[in-house]
């Protein structure tokens, strides 16, 4: 699998969703979208990271941009996950890691001189024409969602 990089068509994918039913790439034609991958629900960073973003939802939605994250976590915890923190963003399962592959995102990691498969938290800008306009690899928490909806703003 190549790398993916900018101006390339994003992997298309269709996954389970929090609340039940299916999300796809093709969903979001037409306007632009942020996919953040995440590694895991209710964690700490990763909880930041996704109240930030529902907290930003307003401003995004006004600036036409849909908002997507991907974890592996089943769906029955991505709806534990959405109802504990109040979230408004949908949230996919890749339990197969098939999407996350595609992305480049499911990773050699190492904690404590342990190595282990997991998802590099990762965000994708991806344009109204399903092209990905930019990558943010290896995400500190921090700020990002401003960085993001910045970014978003100039497509």
């Known amino acids: 699998m190549a790398e993916l990089t900018t101006g390339m068509p994003a992997p298309d994918f ?20 942020v996919l953040f991958f995440y590694p895991k629900d ?3 960073a990763c909880t930041v990271e996704a109240k930030d973003f529902t907290a930003m939802k307003p401003e995004f ?13 089943p769906v029955k915890k991505h709806d534990r996950f959405v109802a504990k ?12 890691h098939d999407v996350l592959e595609a992305y480049g995102v499911w990773k ?3 904690l404590y001189g342990r190595t282990y498969m997991g998802v590099e938290r990762t965000t994708l800008l991806i344009d109204a024409a399903g092209r990905i306009a930019e990558i943010w690899p290896k995400v500190k928490v921090k700020g990002h969602a401003e960085a993001v909806l910045t970014a978003a703003r100039k497509l």
């Open 42 to 44: 209710d964690t700490e």
């Open 108 to 110: 050699e990691k190492s």
């Open 14 to 33: 269709t996954l389970q969703r929090d609340g039940g039913g299916t999300v796809s790439l093709a969903d979001f034609r037409g306007r632009p979208l």
């Open 85 to 96: 923190h109040a979230l408004a963003v949908p949230l996919a399962s890749d339990e197969s």
């Open 61 to 73: 939605d006004a600036a036409g941009v849909a908002l997507l994250g991907i974890s592996p976590d």
